[in-house]
């Protein structure tokens, strides 16, 4: 998927772009900056940026991202797994 700009020149996006919450919500990254740069450097790259993103990486393992979880994230999916069960545990 891309992002059309003016004339033919398209910029390429990450297939999770329009759903992720890390683009359409501020619960996952507050500061502009640092959302700005995340999506300059993974979201808005070619499929290599995409495959190395945490968010994009635990989306096609469990069909689902925590919030939790940043594109630089270095939790393993398994961490990802007990950390998510163990919020859920926590918020009952």
Request: aromatic content about 10%; some cysteine; overall charge negative.
């Amino acid at each position: 998927m891309s992002i059309p700009l003016k004339g033919d020149m398209e910029v390429p996006r990450c297939t999770n772009y329009s759903n992720c919450q890390l683009i359409s919500t501020d619960r996952i990254v507050s500061d502009p900056l640092k959302k700005l740069f995340y999506i300059n450097t993974y979201c808005t790259q070619d499929e290599n940026a995409w495959s190395s993103c945490k968010r994009y990486i635990t989306k096609a393992v469990l069909s689902f991202c925590p919030d939790f979880v940043l594109p630089d994230s270095l939790f393993t999916s398994a961490e990802i797994i007990d950390e998510f069960d163990r919020l859920q545990r926590d918020n009952r």
